[in-house]
């Protein structure tokens, strides 16, 4: 069983930066591939960044250019980088681990961004 935990929410003014950290149990981390979600109360959950086993990455057009993932196989953590926040990024952000064709999913970490 894989249990992921996020950290790194808070609240902070636009223009700022946050780094969310997600550290995962178990010993498949490094042949994962690891996404970060967000959700608002009433909006479906949409991803935000993939990393894939072998350090690919993909962004949602509304965060290209300020959001950074990045994963630490050592660590057994992936991370997310966020630069130039705006408060439309206000939200919980999820982790999620993909291994085959389970997924895994943390508790969330809220992040807020005041205007």
């Known amino acids: 069983q894989v249990q992921l935990v996020e950290s790194g929410g808070g609240l902070v003014q636009a223009g700022g930066s946050l780094r969310l950290s997600c550290a995962a149990s178990?010993?498949?981390?490094?042949?994962?591939?690891i996404a970060w979600y967000r959700q608002t109360p009433g909006k479906q959950r949409e991803a935000v960044a993939s990393v894939s086993s072998g350090g690919s990455t993909n962004y949602a057009d509304s965060v290209k250019g300020r959001f950074t993932i990045s994963r630490d196989n050592t660590k057994n953590t992936v991370y997310l980088q966020m630069n130039s926040l705006k408060p439309e990024d206000t939200a919980v952000y999820y982790c999620?681990?993909?291994?085959?064709?389970?997924?895994?999913w943390g508790q969330g970490t809220q992040v807020t961004v005041s205007s």
């Open positions: 178990g010993s498949t981390f490094s042949v994962a591939a």
């Open positions: 999620k681990l993909r291994i085959l064709t389970y997924d895994y």
